[in-house]
């Protein structure tokens, strides 16, 4: 077998072409953020998982999206962690938004040859941008009109979080490398609260589990 492949029930999956054919993004409230991604992993036209969660917590109250290829977001957000945790022993004090975000920036900077691929946008290349909500992979092209279209300052929680679900529901609408469950964080300060959507529910209900 080729190198880089491993063979699942008979199917070869090109484990270095492994990504996550996706769309997530990032959005502001008046009481927090709100973090939301589609599910779907892809390896070329072959549905690798249709449940990933693309939601990555690095510090305790300090979360990001991941899209791009699968092995490399994984691996920086595992850097950022294993970093944030010495900061926070180091420091006797927890870290920043912002502390994490440099953080991505510099690893994707300093590796930007080889990585293809508050809210604080890290694009390709490794520049930080502070933004009001932010968006990524493949997906996201097709939304930006919506997203600019209907983005409002202050949103409160439940109008950030139907904004959110109503964008990720067209992105997967209309891209064929994005799908599954839509999840989304709502991070404030009483805490994490995780929400899940269903397609065979048309992304429907309050997203609640237990």
């Known amino acids: 077998m080729p190198g880089g492949q491993l063979d699942i029930n008979g199917v070869q999956v090109d484990m ?14 008046d009481n927090g953020v709100i973090l939301g991604a589609d599910s779907r992993t892809t390896t070329g ?21 991941r899209s791009g290829s699968a092995a490399d977001t994984q691996a920086i957000a595992d850097m950022v962690h294993y970093y944030l945790q ?9 870290p920043t938004t912002l502390t994490a975000a440099s953080l991505f920036e510099e690893i994707c900077y300093a590796n930007k040859e080889q990585i293809r691929g508050e809210i604080y946008l890290v694009p390709l290349g490794g520049s930080l941008l502070k933004v009001p909500y932010a968006l990524g992979g493949s997906g996201s092209t097709y939304i930006y009109g919506y997203c600019d279209a209907n983005w409002r300052e202050n949103m409160n929680q439940r109008q950030a979080i139907a904004f959110v ?3 990720l529901s067209q992105a997967i609408k209309w891209d064929g490398s994005s799908g599954g469950v839509i999840r989304m964080l709502a991070l404030t300060k009483e ?5 899940i959507f269903f397609p065979d529910e048309e992304y429907k209900g309050t997203g609640e589990y237990s």
């Open 16 to 29: 270095n072409h492994l990504k996550k054919g996706e769309v997530s993004m990032a959005v502001q409230f």
């Open 45 to 65: 036209a072959y549905v690798a998982n249709r449940v990933t969660d693309k939601l990555t917590q690095v510090h305790d109250t300090i979360w990001c999206c």
């Open 86 to 94: 010495m900061y926070h022993v180091q420091n006797n004090e927890p």
């Open 165 to 167: 679900k109503e964008a």
């Open 191 to 195: 805490g994490v609260k995780r929400l």
